[in-house]
């Protein structure tokens, strides 16, 4: 079964935002953007879609926001999230910054981590997440 929230941004592809295996909720790479717009939260573009400047933080919370959109729109929550997978686009800047926000959301559910970084995202983002949360059937 699969699920798209109305308030997360729209995919970028041709993919839901999460799809329900089991007892098991797999959901699509998550990234800060806005639905209904364009608009990434705390980046700055110049005319070619380049990024001139983003701020990390701002990003950060709009992830977390989105992920919690689309759990919330699959019959899910915040603390039935069991493993989360963030790919960072500038490791050596960004990760104090997202680690100490995401000890805010997360110090209730611990759910496993992993941290990557990676040379580019499909949209001019320096965060994702790609999660996996639990689900009743």
């Known amino acids: ?13 041709l993919y839901p935002h999460a799809r329900k295996v089991g007892n098991l909720l797999f959901l699509s790479g998550v990234g800060p ?13 110049d005319e070619n879609g380049e990024i001139i ?7 950060c919370h709009s992830v977390f926001k989105n992920v919690r959109l689309i759990l919330e729109a ?8 069991v493993d989360v997978t963030v790919f ?29 970084e990676i040379s580019s995202l499909p949209t001019p983002i320096a965060i994702e997440l790609k999660c996996i949360a639990t689900i009743k059937e």
Request: net charge negative; proline share 6%.
């Open 1 to 13: 079964m699969k699920f798209d929230s109305d308030k997360a941004p729209e995919p970028v592809g």
């Open 33 to 45: 953007r806005e639905r209904g717009t364009k608009k990434i939260p705390g980046v700055e573009l």
């Open 53 to 59: 400047s983003y701020d990390i933080a701002e990003q």
């Open 74 to 81: 699959s019959g899910a929550g915040w603390d039935d999230l």
């Open 88 to 116: 960072l686009t500038n490791m050596k800047d960004d990760f104090k910054i997202y680690n100490k926000i995401y000890a805010e959301y997360f110090k209730d559910n611990q759910p496993c981590r992993t941290t990557v």
